[in-house]
């Protein structure tokens, strides 16, 4: 796996990682040009670090933060919960004071929003978005879906978490 932290970064981190992400792209340009297909897998890997550095990068413009879902109560407060990807998808574990499990939370697959939001309010939650600390890492599960994405730093709950909507209208 490879990641790229972006705490306390700015401006000029941003610079240099979109300038690394450059270089990744002429150098799968390069190769192409040198070796045609014959150097793929050096053009791929190329072609998926610029992706992590433009991430990154973007990442540390925002002042090293990005945006990920959070779950609320009905009045609104942050719930410690984290989300987890298991057999049949994306779930919540809620979390008691000791941070360990204290029951599931599944959301909706309801079509509309509307319709999602309301399933969501009858078992007492909503799901907003929260900016907290954040890294951009590598992820896939073949050379197929390698992708960079945002990930959470402690990849869990924040309680000082800045609330960006708290799932309510």
């Known amino acids: 796996m490879t990641m790229i932290a972006t705490s306390g970064t700015g401006q000029t981190e941003a610079d240099r990682l979109r300038a690394e992400a450059r270089q990744h792209d002429a150098d799968a340009a390069e190769s192409f040009d040198r070796c045609d297909i014959d150097g793929f897998l050096s053009q791929w890997a190329s072609g998926r670090m610029a ?7 973007d990442i540390a413009e925002a002042g090293g933060k990005w945006n990920f879902r959070g779950l609320f109560d009905l009045d609104g407060n942050l719930v410690p919960a984290v989300r987890v990807e298991g057999r049949w998808g994306w779930s919540w574990k809620l979390l008691d004071e000791h941070g360990r499990c204290a029951g599931w939370f599944n959301e909706s697959k309801a079509k509309t929003e509307e319709r999602r939001v309301a399933a969501h309010a009858k078992k007492g939650y909503y799901v907003g978005i929260v900016r907290v600390p954040a890294r951009a890492e590598l992820k896939g599960t ?25 799932g309510q209208d």
Do not use: Q, T
Not at 51 to 57: E, M, Q, T
Not at 143 to 164: C, K, T
């Open 51 to 57: 992706g992590l550095k433009l991430l990154a990068a």
């Open 142 to 166: 073949s050379y197929f879906n390698v992708m960079a994405v945002a990930v959470r730093e402690g990849d869990g709950f924040s309680p000082d978490a800045e609330i960006v909507d708290n």
